[in-house]
């Protein structure tokens, strides 16, 4: 059993000795067991998993790379994965994204490698293969069949073509080598081209490449032996597993344990874990994912095969990661995201700080929606991540009084920064506690995560010695004697006006998750941007809802609302029938501008969003003109057709705009005066931006 305290929470002062030196970690004893490969040693369980960043595709980002993964192995990380390369043009994820294939494309890899050695960390180059995921008209894979979320068709291999792609990962890895990788990660997972190889779904042919399991992974197999062949007994050699594709016609159960047993046979070192494919219908990393979901099932392989198991997805604070390792599920944990949020995450644990840890809460917002929109990554809770070399916080040389109004997202992180840097910080909400609007989004079910936001901001107050003054409204005398005043007051909801909307059922969202008003059964939400939608997840769950602690979802009953089964055997790609609980409410989600609701939610969760509400029958309706609210019920003309909805409350989601009462007393005060977050600009404004805009005008101060 774990010894490990929950998230959140540091031990006390007396029992937090430094566990540097030698013997078993008194919190985390699984977590910071050294590894041993054979050759050589990880000094801990965490693994750094491949993600892209954005930084990969030109070879001027290279020293900003190099930045980022430095800071992750002084972090203390035990073995970091790049984000993909392609070892051929044909095996690119977009049109001159990154690639390793010609001796001079290994010299800029030299930097990274360098940087992370320097930090005495380790770091793999991931290899990875696109096949018909590649959004480029040249891709190929093992049959002419095109992915549904890509528009281009792929050219199915000849048998040449396929010896060819081996010897280009092999290529690739020897390459790496050179370039100073401790080794390579081969990416057989996620519905990339050595996926499609795998199962039935993507792989007809009728040559020694197809037809039977063995024929269908000796494609794979094949690219690691070859590879342990070219580069050695001392290279490490990742592979990472598709164990559960979500898919149909993915791969059986006894299929997953007879490519493990091959792939090990060939010679791979480590079998990470992948988890579905880009194009499941089941969401595998957002934040509504509870924590550790599919951890099961690297729990299931680990005793068909000897060589260690890395287990991934939703893993992101240090007693997760113990529990799992303590239970046997796995030898070590993968984690990505939340080496993003927190580069220190790593030493942090270590130093039993783990309440100081900076924790990814799984939105995605700036890191996978970013790179989906061709832009760098970063982290909407640590706007420093891929910015290494140009956003850092150093000391002042000229402290000064710095007044903060607010204590959102916006003035929490400018406050925080600001502190950090050595200013005099004075920190205002006439709430009667920190975090604003995260207070209303952390009680949205799905977004739990956002409690751990809350926590650390929490904790940096304290450790920077901010004069934290809660339950104060900041008028322009209490802001008198600073020298920098820093407005980041909000939003205010947005009014709607129809007839009948001073009725007494008509209410804001706010009187909603505030819980001023507890809706009846049958209720309309007039807006459905992020917020309309999440008050809509709101009302078709059933509480219990707290101020102080998050009800992390049961993962058991999370799987089998999205019909994913972790035991499965002869069934193909582990999915079920979905058995969504019954919603607590009927709710109409309404908007005006015409089209499918929705569309403008984030890249990669919304179509999450969607599904979830979809499954609650929340009936969402576009090009809605709103009639007006009388006591048969709330009239609505659709496409020219009336209706009457039987609601008992109207909801009010229809935008926000700045609340900023203080500018215009303060304009004449000759002081700076700066204006961020929602007080700013509150159309389209988010957390990101709101923490992003803080904390570089603190970084500025
Ligand atoms: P706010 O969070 O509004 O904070 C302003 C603070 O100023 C408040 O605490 C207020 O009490 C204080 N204040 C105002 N006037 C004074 C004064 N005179 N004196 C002292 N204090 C004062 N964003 C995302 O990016 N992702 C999400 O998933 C997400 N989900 C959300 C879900 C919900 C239900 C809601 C409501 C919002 C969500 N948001 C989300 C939006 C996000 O919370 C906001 O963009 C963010 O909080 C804006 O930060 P801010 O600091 O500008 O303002
Ligand atoms: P929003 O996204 O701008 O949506 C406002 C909604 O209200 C729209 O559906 C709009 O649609 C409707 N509306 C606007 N003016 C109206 C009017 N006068 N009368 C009736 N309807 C009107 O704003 P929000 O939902 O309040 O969210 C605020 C911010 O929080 C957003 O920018 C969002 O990024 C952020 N947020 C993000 C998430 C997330 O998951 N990433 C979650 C919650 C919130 P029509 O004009 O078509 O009617
Ligand atoms: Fe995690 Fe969100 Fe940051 Fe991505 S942007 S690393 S999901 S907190």
Redesign the pocket.
């Known amino acids: 059993m774990s010894t490990a305290v929950p998230s959140g929470s540091n031990p006390p002062a007396s029992a937090a000795s430094d566990a540097l030196s030698g013997g078993p970690h008194p919190l985390y004893p699984h977590l910071f067991a050294p590894l041993d490969l054979g050759f050589c040693t990880l000094p801990n369980r965490v693994l750094m998993g491949s993600m892209h960043t954005g930084l990969e595709d030109k070879a001027a980002d290279f020293p900003k790379l190099a930045a980022y993964f430095a800071e992750r192995a002084a972090g203390g990380v035990g073995l970091i994965v790049t984000g993909g390369f392609a070892p051929n043009i044909v095996g690119w994820l977009k049109p001159f994204g990154g690639k390793l294939s010609w001796p001079w494309e290994a010299g800029k890899h030299k930097q990274v490698t360098r940087a992370v050695h320097e930090h005495g960390g380790r770091i793999c180059m991931q290899i990875l293969h696109a096949g018909r995921y590649g959004y480029h008209p040249l891709q190929v894979a093992p049959s002419k069949l095109k992915a549904p979320i890509n528009p281009f068709t792929p050219r199915a291999l000849s048998a040449g073509g396929v010896e060819r792609q081996i010897k280009a990962f092999v290529n690739s890895a020897r390459l790496a080598r050179e370039a100073g990788y401790d080794g390579v990660e081969v990416m057989g997972s996620e519905g990339y081209l050595l996926n499609q190889f795998t199962v039935p779904r993507t792989n007809k042919r009728k040559d020694g490449w197809g037809g039977e399991a063995p024929q269908r992974f000796r494609f794979n197999v094949e690219i690691v032996r070859r590879i342990r062949e070219a580069c050695g007994p001392d290279f490490i050699i990742v592979y990472r597993l598709s164990m559960i594709d979500l898919v149909d016609e993915g791969s059986t159960w006894s299929e997953v344990i007879a490519q493990a047993r091959a792939i090990e046979a060939a010679g791979a070192t480590l079998i990470n874990t992948g988890i579905g494919w880009h194009e499941a219908r089941v969401p595998t990393i957002a934040t509504s994912v509870p924590r550790g979901a599919f951890t099961g099932i690297t729990a299931r392989l680990k005793p068909e095969v000897r060589i260690p198991l890395v287990t991934t997805n939703r893993i992101n604070m240090p007693d997760v990661a113990e529990r799992i390792l303590a239970f046997g599920e796995a030898d070590m944990v993968s984690m990505a995201r939340p080496l993003l949020a927190d580069a220190d995450w790593v030493n942090k644990a270590r130093r039993q700080r783990a309440a100081d840890i900076n924790t990814c809460i799984g ?1 995605n ?1 700036a890191c996978l929606d970013h790179v989906f929109a061709n832009k760098h990554a970063s982290c ?1 809770v640590n706007p420093r991540a891929c910015a290494e070399t140009e956003l850092n916080y150093l000391p002042t040389k000229a402290p000064k009084r710095v007044a903060v ?8 992180a400018c406050a925080t920064v600001a502190a950090e840097r050595g200013h005099r910080v004075t920190l ?4 009667e506690r ?5 207070n ?2 952390k009680r ?1 079910p799905g ?1 739990e995560e ?1 409690y751990e936001t809350l926590r650390y901001f929490a904790g940096r107050i304290e450790q920077t010695g901010i004069d934290l003054r809660l339950n ?4 322009a005398a209490a802001l008198a004697d600073f020298d920098e005043i820093v407005l ?4 205010k909801p947005r009014q709607v006006a129809f007839p009948g909307s001073d009725h007494a059922k008509v209410c804001s ?1 706010l009187d909603v ?1 505030q819980g001023r008003v507890v809706p009846g059964k049958r209720v309309a939400i007039i807006g459905a941007g ?2 309309g939608f ?2 809509a997840e709101f009302l078709v769950h059933d509480g219990p809802h707290s101020d102080e602690q998050p009800h992390h979802p049961d993962p058991a009953r999370w799987r089998a609302e999205w019909g994913v089964d972790l035991d499965y055997g002869d069934n193909r790609g582990g999915l079920s029938e979905p058995r969504p609980e019954p919603p607590a409410r009927q709710v109409w989600l309404l908007q005006r501008s015409p089209g499918k609701p929705g569309a403008k939610l984030g890249k990669t969760t919304g179509w999450i969003h969607r599904a979830t509400l979809k499954a609650k029958q929340v009936r969402m309706i576009g090009g809605v003109e709103y009639l007006g609210l009388d006591e048969e019920g709330f009239r609505i003309r659709v496409e020219g057709n009336e209706q009457v909805l039987p609601v008992d409350q109207v909801v009010i989601c229809a935008g926000q705009e700045p ?1 900023k ?2 500018a215009a007393a303060l304009a004449d005060s000759g002081k700076p005066v700066h204006v ?4 700013d600009v509150a159309a389209e ?6 923490i992003a805009q ?1 904390s570089r005008l603190a970084a500025s101060l």
Request: hydrophobic share 45%; charged share 15%.
């Open positions: 939105c917002q909407l109004v607010g204590a959102g997202p916006a003035g929490l205002f909400d006439s709430a920190i975090g604003g609007q995260f209303l989004a949205i977004k956002f104060t409204t900041a008028d980041a007051s909000g939003i969202y998750l992020g917020i999440d008050v609340y009462p203080l961020i977050g929602g007080a404004l988010d957390a990101k931006r709101a803080g």
